[in-house]
RNA sequence: GUGGAUGUAGCUCAGCUGGUUAGAGCAUCAGGUUGUGGCCCUGAGGGUCGAGGGUUCAAAUCCCUUCGUUCACCCCA
């Protein structure tokens, strides 16, 4: 299938390498893990990501012939929401809590560098501050973490929606100023401008790049404390030494961004899909699925981008090797071996053995071939006599082995 | 969803404006070395030329369809 793949041996290894890498800080800052289905009712994501965002329009698994319509989940954030309130392990007053997740998403959308039909997320959810404070912590943990990943360099993102009667009022302006130059957009921007005001401010067309120069401005439009939440973040990084870059035109796809969306870029080689990790503020989000007044924030790691940066900066990741190879030469051998193939496996060690019926030469050239640390060769001759010669491949030496002394701890 | 590139051996790729049994390197196996890796030499095995249809005396090569891969648009992680 298109854009869904199979994964294997060492980018599997590098993939749950930085997914533990992640996880140590997540625990650190008091995140737990939680689980949902990689369905949820369509409905859910109607009603979260947004009726005209794309995610809904195109890029959605459903399966339309089951009642209520199940979709694959194009995102996290919003089964988590769904069954942090509906599993009650929070609720409007509480304090606060903070999770995280794991997990494949899927989203309907032609397969290119850097995406996929079937990619990994680890998104953590924040629920219950409305300080800005909020904000800044989570901003700092991710440069963390991806500052110790070696992924090149990546910059931060950031701006403000303002709150939901701001972003009411802006987008009913907005729509004013494009309307009145309808002729001066692109076309998708015209059918946009119905659906999604917001993002004819991300539109690349020169066109409308030219129109949105002199659109009016959000920052603008923002009450007081809408203002000084942004301040006191752009501040509170500042202080912590988190670089980052005001972009005014930044909107999310996802509508239910409000106050604060942010964005890391990969600027180091991953084509044109380079954003590794996004988020954002979504007060009003959890309201829409649950009816409670909860603010929240969080963030999606692109786990899938991650590992291509990782494997372009070609660190040399462990590879793994057998810790023995087996050569059995003849019958006897062949008797004997199986016995201790069992006993040294128990110990945890990787002992290979080639069962085919080919030449010792063939079966070293083998033990070679994969790299195997040591390898003995068990006939006839070493069973009666009782000693074998164990080889030391990297070594290019030999040793006896007194068939009285314990093999694991020749190896 | 739109546009471009591409598909020949396990891998990387040659194969001209159609012309006999489709090639190379690497890898594999065997032998040189009766039971010992990396280097070297010799040989062998391995392909419905992505799939289906069409044109032709003749198709890996030309045309159509389809599937896969890939890059960009778009969108986003």
């Not at 030494?241 to 961004?257: A, S």
Request: proline share 2%; charged share 30%; with cysteine.
């Amino acid at each position: 299938m298109q854009g869904i793949k199979d994964l294997f041996y060492q980018d599997l290894e590098i993939r749950n390498w930085i997914c533990e890498h992640i996880l140590k800080f997540l625990y650190s800052y008091g995140y737990l893990e939680i689980q949902t289905p990689i369905m949820e009712e369509r409905d859910l994501f109607f009603r979260s990501v947004g009726e005209s965002s794309d995610i809904m329009e195109k890029e959605l698994y459903t399966l339309d012939s089951l009642r209520p319509k199940i979709s694959l989940r194009p995102e996290g954030t919003a089964g988590v929401v769904r069954a942090i309130f509906r599993n009650k392990l929070f609720y409007s007053g509480q304090d606060f809590i903070k999770v995280f997740y794991r997990g494949s998403m899927f989203r309907h959308n032609r397969p290119q560098k850097g995406r996929l039909r079937e990619f990994m997320q680890i998104g953590g959810e924040f629920f219950g501050i409305k300080e800005p404070i909020a904000e800044i912590e989570v901003l700092a943990m991710v440069h963390q973490f991806l500052k110790k990943l070696p992924i090149g360099d990546f910059v931060l993102e950031i701006n403000t929606l303002g709150n939901k009667e701001e972003r009411k009022i802006y987008i009913e302006l907005l729509f004013k100023y494009f309307e009145g130059n309808i002729v001066h957009l692109c076309k998708e921007c015209q059918s946009r401008l119905f659906k999604s005001v917001l993002r004819v401010l991300d539109c690349k067309h020169e066109k409308c790049k030219r129109l949105v120069l002199t659109a009016p401005s959000l920052l603008d439009n923002l009450g007081r404390e809408s203002l000084s939440h942004f301040d006191i973040i752009l501040n509170g990084l500042m202080e912590l030494g988190v670089p980052y870059v005001v972009n005014r035109n930044l909107v999310r796809g996802l509508e239910y961004y409000t106050r604060t969306v942010f964005e890391f870029l990969s600027t180091d080689g991953l084509g044109a899909q380079n954003s590794i990790v996004g988020g954002g503020r979504y007060d009003n989000l959890v309201n829409i699925i649950a009816g409670e007044d909860v603010p929240a924030l969080g963030f999606a790691v692109g786990v899938d981008r991650l590992e291509m940066l990782i494997k372009k900066n070609s660190i040399n990741f462990l590879e793994k090797r057998p810790d023995l190879s087996i050569i059995y030469a003849d019958e006897y051998g062949k008797q004997q071996v199986l016995k201790w193939l069992i006993n040294l496996r128990s110990s945890g060690k990787w002992i290979d053995c080639d069962y085919r019926d080919v030449s010792v030469r063939a079966k070293m050239r083998r033990a070679n071939r994969i790299k195997s640390k040591k390898v003995i060769i068990i006939g006839e001759d070493e069973i009666k006599k009782k000693i074998a010669i164990i080889k030391d491949m990297d070594m290019h030496s030999e040793e006896a082995w007194d068939m009285k002394k314990s093999l694991l701890e020749m190896i």
